[in-house]
């Protein structure tokens, strides 16, 4: 990143990837899947 703002404004769209699209094997899933009632799913 060119610079320090840069690297804040991609942050939440690399961590939203990394939460729920990436399949990790050992998981099963993206790692989100794991974490019960995620975002009110369970309500």
Known sequence: YRSET???AALPAWLH??????HHTALGGPPASRVPNLSGQNS
Request: proline share 0%; aromatic share 12%.
């Open 6 to 8: 840069a690297r804040r």
């Open 17 to 22: 990837t990394y939460n729920h699209h990436r």
